[in-house]
């Protein structure tokens, strides 16, 4: 059937031309549920993208948000600030590990990436060393799609259309993800803290004077959860420690309670230097994203040689700090406070465990992974045809009220942190019939 009425829409990381043809329309959303054009309510297994841990509509954050709408909708990001602002980054800095205590607000994980990438560079130069311009990422690294993001990125098929366009001087790391040591890990892997030591040989090879910053997310979100080896991220902080380069923890998605605790930096024992975070800081519910980083490096900008008028750092958005998004992320942070919801989200963790780990046997399931409120299952492609199974996964979860979501041939799954024990279950049997039901062409 064709659908006019939607054409004009470029629909992001989506096949446009079957969408068009078998349209997907949500109409509203309340607590962890979608409901569809076609009236299915459905389960929002990986809260929204990973950005709805507190499910939808919620009156409180509602309420925040048209209070503010009232008060001040908006007001220039440069060289005027307001109230509502300055609270959310002392508050986000109060969640952040001890010695990270000043943010710098983006509007999205995109550009809280490129932020950090940016400021990493300026803090060398400012600090009179301008040859640290090299940036380290990791193979299968998802860092949003700015050009720094795509560059210290790891996937393929987001860089390979750009590959003219990349940051000169970015190397990777390998991706800790071994099939033959770590199958149906339960946690975070015994095998693969050696990994950590391919960034001494990138340090042999390019000179710890030239390198800047290294970026990791804590746990591979989007690659399907790659959940780091005991003590691989300890031994990236020492090395990186040893030679005076950044560590930047990319905790899009880690963050906000997603691993069952504040940061993944505290669940996991590891301190970066800056944090990017995005997402669960406004529930999704208006963009925000930004960097929260060590007060030395903020000093190195105010202890410069310069006039007290001249701008410290190039850098920023209009919507940096929007006032609407703040007093949303104010709203935010006071319900996973008030209600206790990273530790629940620690408290669920043991049922999601179980319960993926149980479809271990199950047609094409080579491996499940899990670690906080995440988990992944990878599927073996179906011959000829990489990324149709976890597709069809995911289009038989839409007729059967639960919205899968898949990169590849991965389902990578992370529910609110308001759902019940018995939601998560019935999350993970639905999935057990996609996987029995989908077949090759
Ligand atoms: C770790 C990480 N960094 C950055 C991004 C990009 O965020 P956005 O889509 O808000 O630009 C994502 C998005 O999923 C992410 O998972």
New binding site residues.
């Given amino acids: 059937m064709s659908h006019p009425e939607l054409e004009a829409y470029w629909l992001p990381f989506t096949s446009n031309r079957y969408f068009k043809q078998h349209p997907k329309l949500m109409v509203s959303a309340k607590g962890a549920y979608y409901r569809t054009e076609s009236g299915r309510e459905l389960f929002d297994c990986l809260s929204g993208?990973?950005?709805c841990p507190l499910g939808h509509a919620h009156p409180k954050i509602i309420e925040a948000l048209v209070q503010q709408a009232e008060i001040l909708d908006y007001s220039p990001a440069f060289q005027v600030g307001n109230a509502t602002t300055f609270r959310l980054a002392e508050r986000i800095a109060d969640l952040a590990p001890a010695g990270l205590d000043h943010v710098f607000f983006a509007?999205?994980?995109?550009?809280?990436?490129d932020t950090a990438l940016k400021i990493s560079l300026a803090y060398h130069r400012v600090r009179g060393e301008a040859g640290r311009f090299r940036m380290i990422g990791r193979e299968r690294?998802?860092?949003?799609?700015?050009f720094g993001?795509i560059s210290v990125g790891g996937m393929v098929a987001n860089r390979k259309a750009f590959a003219s366009a990349m940051l000169p001087g970015v190397d990777h790391l390998p991706h800790t993800w071994n099939l033959s040591q770590m199958a149906f890990s339960r946690g975070q892997p015994a095998w693969g803290s050696h990994l950590a030591d391919e960034l001494e040989r990138l340090v042999a090879l390019h000179d710890a004077s030239t390198i800047a910053a290294v970026i990791v997310?804590p746990v591979?979100?989007?690659a399907g959860v790659l959940v780091p080896p005991l003590g691989y991220l300890q031994r990236l902080r020492e090395i990186c420690t040893r030679h005076g380069i950044l560590l930047i923890f990319?905790?899009?998605?880690?963050g906000f309670g997603r691993l069952g605790a504040n940061f993944g930096a505290q669940r996991l024992g590891v301190i970066p230097d800056m944090i990017?975070f995005?997402?669960g800081v406004t529930n999704g519910v208006i963009?925000m994203?930004g960097v929260i980083l060590r007060r030395e490096i903020y000093e190195a900008f105010m202890h410069a040689q310069a006039p007290e008028y001249a701008v410290e750092l190039f850098h920023g958005y209009t919507y940096s700090g929007h006032p609407i998004a703040a007093a949303v992320g104010l709203a935010v942070l006071d319900i996973y406070q008030q209600e206790g919801l990273f530790e629940r989200a620690l408290a669920l963790e043991p049922v999601l465990e179980a319960a993926v780990h149980s479809l271990k046997g199950e047609p094409g399931v080579i491996d499940v992974r899990n670690f906080g409120l995440t988990a992944g299952v990878d599927l073996e492609p179906f011959s000829g045809q990489p990324g149709r199974r976890a597709f069809k996964v995911f289009e038989y979860g839409f007729e059967h009220d639960q919205l899968f979501r898949f990169t590849a041939d991965t389902i990578a799954m992370g529910p609110p942190f308001i759902s019940t024990p018995a939601e998560i279950e019935r999350m993970v049997e639905q999935l057990r019939m996609a996987i029995r039901a989908v077949q090759p062409d």
């Fill in positions: 993208m990973w950005c509007n999205s994980g995109s550009e809280a990436v690294a998802y860092h949003g799609v700015g993001g997310e591979q979100g989007s990319d905790e899009v998605i880690t990017t995005a997402k963009p994203g």
